[in-house]
């Protein structure tokens, strides 16, 4: 048993992903054969909380990863940390099915034009 989403592999006798929370697929090739899309991709973790919320309530399903950047000279950082503003040691990825890429893009969409709105008043 196999996820679409995040290509997960289960033993027989589970039904639904863990992480994604959809229904697996009976082998890999099939799981394989579902085109996954990159929603979004972005240092900003409240960001990325109002995504997946929006997500959430529209019943999208989604994978979210959390990666630590690489540094070239973590050192230096360190060093000018009193100086600069510290850069975001992580970025995330939103990632969701093709079939439900245009949903999603409008979920993301209205996010945005919320935060435009939200600027503008400020």
């Known amino acids: 048993m196999y996820c679409p989403l995040c290509k997960a592999e289960y033993r027989q006798g589970f039904t639904t992903c863990s ?3 959809i229904a697996l697929i009976a ?3 099939e799981a394989d054969a579902v085109a996954v ?3 979004w991709t972005g240092d900003n973790r409240k960001k990325m909380e109002k995504i997946l919320d929006g997500l959430l309530d529209a019943e999208i399903p989604f994978r979210s990863k959390e990666t630590l950047k ?12 009193r100086f600069m503003k510290p850069r ?4 995330f990825h939103i990632d969701v099915m093709n079939k439900d890429s245009a ?20």
């Not at 999603?104 to 209205?110: D, G, N, P, T």
Request: proline share 4%; aromatic share 8%; net charge negative.
């Open 37 to 39: 899309d990159r929603l």
């Open 27 to 29: 082998t890999q090739q």
């Open 19 to 21: 992480d994604c929370q």
């Open 70 to 81: 690489s540094q070239a000279w973590p050192w230096l950082s360190m060093l000018l940390f």
């Open 88 to 91: 975001p040691a992580f970025e």
């Open 103 to 122: 949903k999603s893009e409008e979920v993301l969409r209205k996010i945005e034009d919320a935060e435009k709105v939200d600027e503008e008043e400020d």
